[in-house]
């Protein structure tokens, strides 16, 4: 037996960091067979639950473009599909300087993006973690330190703030606030309920563009708010900017979403907005909360209803609990739960540490499913480092197997919800160029490539001709694009409508 088999050492993970280990002295040639025979039968079990095949996916993909449909019939629908007021694509010659303000589910960015045509571009941006309380604490407080950090970036990387308010300049920004909003202008967005997680109050049903305003004001941060995006539709532009065959933009990060761009005269609730019937306008899905409430689509399984029914929003986003990369972790995490409650795994151990909801982040899921090394290193450290229990070989593979049966699972609903817009927008035969962002989508090992199995899976061969990329920086450089169209239409006296 290899000598790194027992005894301790210390692996690197990609991330640099180092984590100790040590192995059970009894590792498995010394356990009874049973123990590898159970771990065998545990895992086809959760093979059954977790797999999706072809047919189910189909059927998936069906009612997933009803609901895309009835989405765009009436407002206040389950998947909203929200007219953004994003009007047809980038011509690629938009230029100007202009800040972004990204507010995404982990992190906040201030960036200051100067276009210079020809989809060409330059960035610099500073990155804030956002800590948890400031996702549960009033409303205002939250909006109130993106203005300070605005202010903040721009004494350090542009000019005075105080001198720029005193002569009357204020620098265009776009705001890229990625939780559903519905919009009657660019530069105005109700927010509809937080997701991923978050729940800062006064805020949901409040026009954040006005509480964004307020504290802009206050904090005298010398700043035009111009437009109002999300990062699927500042990625289906940014994509659009560099890569003209861009059809559909989606993410995979902490949550999900899709954007594409949908003709005027086929939305009937814009029937009376008076906009000319063949313009073309950006669709924001919000498809993260297809199949909510009612969940009669999606293949739940009890760990999901769990995830679900123990979330501050219970019955929404019910696509996203089962995708995105806020719950991923959440779901191993409670099956391996289930495995202790049952008397299988980590007997004689404290296992108090994995207990605490949460514990086990998605990034876990990618370390373990890359772990390069036949004694599975990496997977040793994990359970070592982060929540002190002893692991066997038998073990350790079972946990990467169940870490490939969830990934994978996200990654082929991930096709079914392409695979919805590919089939309500007839785009499956010409075929077309989906813009890609999110940790899910750059971090996760196989992704891309589970993704693209799962549209030959529902589409045969055709599948083939809709490729996934990845995107320009959707929520930097898409929002400061959006924000050069915005005024290119102004100055053409289109504002605020078409
Ligand atoms: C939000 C979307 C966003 C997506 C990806 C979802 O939870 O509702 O607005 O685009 O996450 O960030």
Redesign the pocket.
């Known amino acids: 037996m290899p000598a790194s088999r027992r005894g301790s050492g210390t692996i690197t993970l990609p991330t640099g960091m180092t984590l100790n280990y040590h192995t059970r002295t009894n590792e498995e040639e010394d356990l009874p067979h049973a123990t590898k025979k159970t771990m065998a039968d545990h895992l086809r079990k959760f093979e059954t639950l977790f797999t999706l095949t072809p047919q189910r996916m189909r059927m998936i993909v069906d009612a997933f473009t009803e609901s895309l449909e009835i989405g765009l019939e009436s407002p206040g629908q389950v998947v909203p599909m929200i007219p953004t007021f994003v009007f047809g694509w980038p011509s690629g010659h938009e230029t100007g300087e202009y800040l972004a303000l990204d507010l995404?589910?982990t992190n906040l960015r201030v960036c200051l993006v100067t276009l210079n045509g020809g989809g060409k571009f330059e960035i610099t941006q500073s990155k804030y973690r956002l800590s948890e309380e400031q996702k549960h604490d009033d409303g205002q407080k939250l909006f109130n330190f993106c203005a300070d950090c605005v202010k903040t970036f721009i004494d350090s990387n542009i000019g005075n703030s105080e001198e720029m308010i005193k002569s009357g300049v204020k620098l265009p920004l776009g705001f890229t606030?990625?939780?559903?909003?519905s919009q009657d202008r660019i530069d105005h967005g109700v927010l509809l309920r937080w997701?991923?997680g978050f729940s800062a109050p006064n805020t949901e049903g409040q026009d954040v563009t006005a509480l964004f305003r307020k504290a802009l004001e206050d904090h005298k941060v010398p700043v035009d708010l111009v437009a109002l995006t999300?990062?699927?539709t500042g990625t289906l532009i940014a994509s659009a900017y560099v890569n003209p065959k861009t059809k559909i933009a989606v993410?995979f990060?902490?949550?999900?979403?899709a954007?594409y761009m949908e003709t005027v005269k086929e939305i009937p609730k814009l029937k009376d907005h008076g906009f000319a019937s063949d313009a073309e306008i950006a669709i924001?899905c919000?498809w993260?909360?297809f199949d909510s409430y009612k969940h009669e689509h999606l293949p739940r399984t009890k760990y999901d209803v769990v995830v679900d029914e123990s979330s501050n929003k219970p019955g929404e986003?019910a696509f996203?609990k089962l995708i995105?990369g806020r719950y991923l972790g959440e779901i191993l995490r409670l099956v391996i739960c289930d495995l202790i409650d049952e008397g299988v795994l980590f007997l004689g151990q404290n296992t108090y540490k994995i207990e605490i909801p949460y514990s086990l982040d998605t990034a876990f899921l990618s370390l373990m499913e890359s772990d390069p090394t036949d004694e599975l290193l990496m997977i040793i450290g994990i359970f070592t480092h982060f929540f002190a229990l002893e692991t066997t070989l038998a073990e350790r593979q079972f946990f990467r197997a169940l870490a490939k049966l969830i990934g994978k699972r996200s990654a082929r609903l991930s096709a079914c919800g392409i695979a919805a817009i590919v089939k309500r927008k007839d785009l499956l035969d010409e075929g077309c160029s989906v813009g890609a962002d999110?940790s899910l989508y750059n971090k996760y090992p196989g992704f891309a490539d589970r993704v693209h199995e799962g549209l030959q899976d529902i589409f045969g061969d055709k599948g083939l001709n809709i490729v996934t990329h990845h995107a320009e920086d959707g929520s930097g450089i898409g929002s400061a694009i959006i924000a050069a169209m915005t005024k290119q239409r102004k100055e053409a006296g289109l504002y605020p409508n078409y």
């Open positions: 995404g589910g606030f990625s939780y559903p909003c997701t991923k999300c990062d699927t993410i990060g902490t949550g999900c979403n954007a924001n919000e993260g909360a986003q996203e995105s999110g």
